[in-house]
């Protein structure tokens, strides 16, 4: 729990959520400015600050990757696929930081890239 974090206060439900996902380790919730159809972020609990700081804990990647597989077995989403997204730094855009990753889909999703 790292102070004054967004997302480690969603964790907690100090700050209320549409949690649809949650296990020891990982929780997932509805993204509040949908980018897609589907829009779900994945965080783990332990607080880190992007995906570069957490990969000192491949532990916990695997944990968030685990859960998002477990999330969408069978679900369309998986049959008709989604992307997962994790932004750093500003080039990225990346707004808040406690690493998460974007699951994004319901749709056909524009090509990655460029703006
Ligand atoms: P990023 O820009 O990659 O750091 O992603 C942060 C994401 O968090 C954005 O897509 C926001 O819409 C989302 N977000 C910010 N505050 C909340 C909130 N209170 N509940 C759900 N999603 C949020
Ligand atoms: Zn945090």
Redesign the pocket.
Known sequence: MSENC??CK?GTGA?P??KIFENEKVFG???????AKT?L?FVHKTHTSNINDMSKDSTAIAEVFQAIAEYTKDKDLSTDGFRV???LGPN??????HT?F?VVGGEPLGHFGRR
């Open positions: 967004l997302f969603i700050i959520s549409q919730f509805v993204d509040i400015h949908p980018q829009h972020l997204v994790t932004n990225a855009g990346q707004t808040v930081f998460h974007h």
